[in-house]
């Protein structure tokens, strides 16, 4: 079973700083495009971030360009996501996300049951 592990949620200042991990279990991330979600309360899933398992290509939300970075080490089997100048409008749970065959502009939109492997959830919390 194709599972996904995110870490690195917590409580910061605004104008902090985070870094988000995503892991996968049981299977190698190196053929998929990973991609970031979150979700606050009240409000609808945003694709944060995405990037392609091949030519390195990302997609950034409006939201969060120049403030967020997405990277993966396929040697560690592992995507980050490195929020920086966080702001209280970024407090949500953030998921990882993983699917075998799309464009990185297609998958930080798609619903959940499209994307093949999806994350239990960590929380980041902006607040002073």
């Known amino acids: 079973q194709v599972q996904l592990v995110e870490s690195g949620g917590g409580l910061v200042q605004p104008g902090g700083s985070l870094r988000l991990s995503c892991a996968a279990s049981?299977?190698?991330?190196?053929?998929?495009?990973i991609g970031w979600f979150r979700q606050a309360p009240g409000k609808e899933r945003e694709g944060v971030s995405c990037?392609?398992?091949?030519?390195?290509?990302?997609y950034y939300a409006n939201s969060v360009k120049g403030r967020f970075t997405i990277s993966r080490d396929n040697a560690k089997n592992t995507v980050y996501l490195q929020m920086n100048s966080l702001k209280p409008e970024d407090t949500a749970v953030y998921y990882c996300?993983?699917?075998?065959?799309?464009?990185?502009?297609?998958?930080?939109?798609?619903?959940?049951?499209?994307?093949?492997?999806w994350g239990q959830g960590t929380l980041v919390t902006v607040s002073s």
């Open positions: 996300a993983a699917v075998l065959d799309a464009t990185v502009q297609a998958m930080c939109v798609m619903t959940r049951n499209a994307l093949d492997a």
């Open positions: 990037i392609s398992s091949s030519d390195g290509s990302t």
């Open positions: 049981e299977f190698t991330l190196d053929y998929y495009a």
